[in-house]
Structure formats: C-alpha cells, structure tokens
C-alpha cells in the first residue's frame, strides 16, 4: 500500500497563476483533508471532505477550492495563486471522522 | 473555543537525558487525543491515540499518558533518531475534525 500520495512534490508559481495539487489514497478511507503549514502557524485546515460526494470549509478556505472526485481521490486547486499562499500542503485521510489521519509527503508550493 | 497548546516550542537534549513534552487541549467531545513525529521535510507521522484519562501507550523510547486536561509525551534516554518534531492533535466528536498544536522541537545531541 502506498498510502496517501500527493503530486507534485514541488511547485514555483508565478503570481495570478493557477494550479491543482492532486492528493490519492489506498486505504479505503472515507474522510480527507487539505492542510496547509506554516513557520509558527502549525498545521491550518483549508478543506476536507467528510464522505464522497461532499466537501466543507475548514479555518483558512479563501483562494482555494477542493474536487472529491471518488472516495481515491481528492484535489486542491488555486484559482489565481497569491504569495501568501507559498506554504507547504499536506493532504490527510482518516476512515471516518476525528480519528488519527495519515498523512502524505506534502507538495511545497513557492508563489513569486 | 477548540485550543491545543504545546510546550515548549523546542527542546535540546543531550543522548540519554531523558524528558517530557506537554500537550494542553480544551475541546468539547473529546474524540481522541493523537501524537504524530515529523521529520523535516515529511509529512507527520501518525504514533499514539489516546482515548481516555489514565490511558499510556508506549512505542520504544516514547510514552504517551493522558489527563483530562494534557498529555505528556515522555521520552527516555532519547537518541539522535529521536530528533524530529513532535505534534499532538485533539479530535473533536463535535465537528468531527483534529484541532494541531504548533508542536515542539527536539534536537536530541551525541
């Protein structure tokens, strides 16, 4: 099992830029979610999607927007990217709920 | 409101010395209490789940204990592998989701 994988693995984006950040999992999980981290600001939930089929806001939602396009697969992707989005992202699964997540390798994005 | 505070923010320890890491959470319905080690450059790394005040669990150097107020991360003669940051999470039955604390740094010396 590979677990939770994430692409790309690094991204240097220009301001106004759009991009999608892909994230898939293998252990037949139902719930996932996009975090973001920061220097001093820990781990921030952008997005998560309790079951397929559905998808709500976490704490720092605005300039993103989330695709649950099975129960694999669950996407992040940046409209017109900004430099305070230059961040590191993790996307997460969990079976259900506020269980323990695993998470994946992360995807460290640069917004010039 | 939901908080999860870790302390201290870093820790440097000498090969052997043994010591503790603390995890204070104030949520409502209680889920689960987690630890995770991330090294640097990786995703975190799922150790313990704690469910209930009293409860340990223990995994090489590493114990976990749990209060209904902290959780405490004890560490015993640590070894240079052990150096990583250490983050614990407080699942909420409520919203169904894990509230991070900023987590603490441990450099662990020969």
């Known amino acids: 099992n590979a677990g939770v994988t994430q692409t790309p693995k690094f991204q240097v984006l220009k301001t106004g830029q759009s991009m999608t950040l892909q994230c898939a999992q293998d252990?037949?999980?139902?719930?996932m979610y996009w975090y973001r981290q920061d220097p001093g600001m820990g781990l921030r939930l952008i997005y998560y999607?309790?079951?397929?089929?559905?998808?709500d806001k976490g704490e720092v939602p605005n300039g993103y927007n989330v695709s649950r396009l099975n129960k694999r697969e669950f996407s992040l992707r940046l409209e017109s990217a900004a430099p305070s989005q230059t961040s590191v992202y993790f996307c997460?699964?969990?079976?259900?709920?506020?269980?323990?997540?695993?998470f994946g390798p992360g995807t460290r994005l640069t917004v010039l | 409101e939901d908080q999860v505070t870790q302390s201290p923010e870093a820790l440097r320890l000498q090969e052997g010395e043994s010591s503790s890491l603390n995890c204070s959470y104030t949520?409502?319905?209680?889920?689960?209490l987690f630890w995770y080690r991330q090294d640097p450059g990786k995703g975190p790394e799922f150790l313990f789940t704690l469910y209930s005040a009293g409860e340990e669990k223990e995994k090489e150097r590493l114990k976990a204990t749990l209060t209904k107020k902290e959780s405490f991360l004890h560490i015993t003669a640590p070894k240079p592998e052990d150096s990583a940051t250490y983050l614990c999470a407080a699942g909420s039955s409520n919203t169904g989701k894990l509230i991070f604390g900023q987590g603490t740094t441990l450099q662990v010396k020969p």
């Open positions: 997460a699964s969990t079976i259900i709920g506020a269980n323990e997540q695993f």
């Open positions: 949520v409502s319905g209680l889920r689960g």
């Open positions: 999607s309790a079951s397929e089929g559905t998808t």
């Open positions: 252990m037949n999980h139902n719930s």
